[in-house]
Structure formats: structure tokens, C-alpha cells
């Protein structure tokens, strides 16, 4: 079946610190991986995405390598800043699917202090 | 701009109570989902649509309906509310066929049952 693991939180680093949040997956066929990140009262938005083996996704500083071999989609970005704090979910969408159904990890809080 | 409405972000029910939670997005979309999000589980698919009058389980349907008289309008029915279901629920839609997994999310409705 179907489905994400993602490190658990919460993760509380200081501005400007690197962040990892790993992320590693499961899926039949060749699925699309993403990262969603809900801030504080608000719903989910899409951070980035990458729909095929070595594509890498990025977006506002934040990046992800498809890693095939290693079932990983590990999001990074170099310098933290307090405006990131908020819950980040990984994800897929089954390939070939038309329907678009999405499976998400369970979530990581972040939370950057000045 | 794209935009999916929940129709209550706050809601307090009583158990037994019958809930409906109203969910409209304005970009012509044809699939849409219900979420319920929890502390430690992610977010879990309870239904989802991708037609008018079409419906699927997904992984919780348990306890739950939903209703898709009209493409941009899918509603989520608690026949009978109880403590358990007190939770965040998201509704989400997305194209098809288009980019697979680009799910636009509304706010979330925040439902508590006494």
C-alpha cells in the first residue's frame, strides 16, 4: 500500500539554523511527491513538489530531492527564519492516478526562535 | 486567486446531534475531499468526489456522509455526532486529469462535540 513516514517533532531551532525534516515513503508504481505546510490558523498550501525520480522541488529557500533508490523525499533549507514556523507535511499522489488522492505523514511541527 | 470555502470555522455540537459541514470552491474543479486532521495522525481521508453525485470512501468513512449535488459544493454529514469525532476538518479540492496532488485546502472547520 500506500504510505508516508515522516520524522516526528516538534523541532524548535534558532533563526538562521539549518533545517532537515526526513521524510520516506512507500507507493506502488512511481508516485509524485510533495511537502504542504500549514501555518498557524490556516489551511494547507503546497510548498513544493517533485513528480519524477532526481527532480528536485523548491520553493521560498525550501528544497527536496525524489530519491528513488533511497524511498526519500527530505526537505532542507539553509537558514531558518521565524515566519517558517509551522506544521510540514510530506506526502504522495499515486502515479497513475487520476483522481489525485493524497497521502500524508502524520506532520512535523517546526517552531524558530529569534 | 483560487479559494475553497468552509462554511463554519468553529463549531460546538452536542452528541447525538445531527452536523453538517458545507465546503465550496470556486475554480471549476472536479474532484473534492474531506480530511480530518488529529494531534499525531496526520491527516486522514474520510470521503472524496470527483464527479457530481459520485462519492468514494476513503480511509475513516466510518460515522460519516457527504453529499455532491452541485461540482463546486461537497458537504460532509455527521449523522449522529459523538465525542470522538471532535476534530479539524479540511476540505480540499483539485483539477482532473491535471497536476496530480496539487490540492487547494480551505481553512478548516474546528468541531467540538460535547
Known amino acids: 500500500g500506500n504510505s508516508v513516514t515522516q520524522m516526528e517533532g516538534p523541532v524548535t531551532l534558532s533563526e538562521e539554523a539549518f533545517l532537515t525534516i526526513n521524510c520516506t515513503y512507500t507507493?506502488?508504481?512511481?508516485?509524485?511527491l510533495f511537502w504542504y505546510v500549514q501555518y498557524p490558523g490556516e489551511g494547507l498550501q503546497l510548498l513544493l513538489k517533485?513528480?519524477?525520480?532526481?527532480d528536485k522541488g523548491s520553493n521560498k529557500g525550501f528544497e527536496a530531492t525524489y530519491r528513488k533508490e533511497t524511498t526519500s523525499f527530505h526537505l532542507e533549507k539553509g537558514s531558518v527564519q521565524v515566519s517558517d514556523s509551522a506544521v510540514y507535511f510530506c506526502a504522495l499522489s499515486q502515479g497513475g492516478s487520476t483522481l489525485g488522492r493524497l497521502y500524508f505523514g502524520r506532520g512535523t511541527q517546526l517552531t524558530v526562535w529569534p | 486567486d483560487v479559494k475553497v470555502t468552509q462554511s463554519s470555522r468553529y463549531l460546538v455540537k452536542r452528541t447525538g446531534e445531527k452536523v453538517f459541514l458545507e465546503c465550496v470552491q470556486d475554480m471549476d474543479h472536479e474532484n473534492m475531499f474531506w480530511y480530518r486532521q488529529d494531534p499525531g495522525l496526520g491527516l486522514r481521508l474520510i470521503y472524496f468526489s470527483y464527479d457530481v453525485k459520485m462519492k468514494e470512501k476513503g480511509d475513516i468513512p466510518e460515522g460519516y456522509s457527504v453529499s455532491r449535488e452541485k461540482k463546486e459544493r461537497f458537504s460532509l454529514i455527521l449523522e449522529s455526532a459523538s465525542t470522538n469525532q471532535t476534530s479539524m476538518y479540511l476540505c480540499?479540492?483539485?483539477?482532473?486529469?491535471?497536476?496530480?496532488?496539487?490540492?487547494?485546502f480551505g481553512e478548516g472547520s474546528r468541531l467540538t462535540v460535547l
Open positions: 517533485a513528480t519524477k525520480a532526481d
Open positions: 480540499a479540492s483539485s483539477l482532473r486529469p491535471g497536476r496530480a496532488g496539487e490540492l487547494f
Open positions: 507507493a506502488t508504481g512511481y508516485p509524485s
